[in-house]
């Protein structure tokens, strides 16, 4: 009897663990797959990025002094950037138009982590600690403004129909505080990092 009982009350606990694990899971699928990313692109530059560091890092050392020295055109980087920026967001609405759309921005999501893991750490061969400081400087603030674009990507098929509409407005107002930031606010950010790293 003692054996049945245990067998009979150790399948429901772990039926019921099962049922917790695979609910965190799914709640937390895009931060998980981010951080998969994360780690993928960090193994994939430690494994191949050493012979190619001039061609993947995020800044070689010329354009760092270039960078330094230049000056820039506010207004042709505003219509460099929002033209970049909205072939991006073009491609995010049409993913969010199509029945896989939950695949897909999981899928961005693991490029996008990749993409992060790779960078940090190029930076982090090319110029030690202070290459995380340097991918932190050229992707703030305006990424802050284009995360929480996609949040509401992936949170809209929770959000009500009369509630759409402004919650389009919403992403187009922190949209252009992203591109504007980006232009007005990065360029001074990484000028004083690279001042500091050099």
């Known amino acids: 009897m003692a054996y049945n009982f245990k067998t009979e009350r150790g399948v429901p606990m772990r039926k019921n663990l099962s049922k917790k694990l695979t609910a965190y899971i799914t709640k937390n699928r895009y931060l998980l ?5 994360v780690l993928a692109g960090t193994f994939f530059a430690n494994c191949y ?4 560091i001039d ?3 995020l800044y070689n050392k010329d354009y760092l002094e270039m960078m ?11 219509w460099y950037v929002a033209a970049n920026r909205i072939k991006l967001v073009g491609i995010l ?3 969010m138009m199509t029945t896989v759309r939950g695949i897909l921005m999981l899928a961005v999501t693991c490029f996008g982590g990749a993409e992060l893991g790779v960078m940090v750490s190029m930076s982090v061969m090319q110029y030690g600690m202070a290459g995380v400081l340097l991918v932190a400087a050229s992707l703030l603030p305006q990424w802050i403004f284009y995360t929480a674009v996609m949040m509401m990507a992936i949170n809209v098929t929770h959000v009500a129909n009369n509630k759409k509409a402004p919650a389009a407005a919403a992403a ?7 591109i504007c930031t980006e232009v007005l606010v990065n360029p001074v950010l990484v000028k004083n990092v690279i001042y500091m790293i050099y």
Request: net charge neutral.
């Open 172 to 178: 187009l107002v922190l949209i252009l505080a992203g």
């Open 33 to 37: 797959v981010l951080f998969m990313g």
């Open 93 to 95: 609405a049409l993913c």
């Open 68 to 78: 330094s020295m230049v000056s820039l055109n506010y207004r042709q980087l505003w």
């Open 49 to 52: 990025g050493q012979d190619n």
């Open 55 to 57: 061609v993947w890092g």
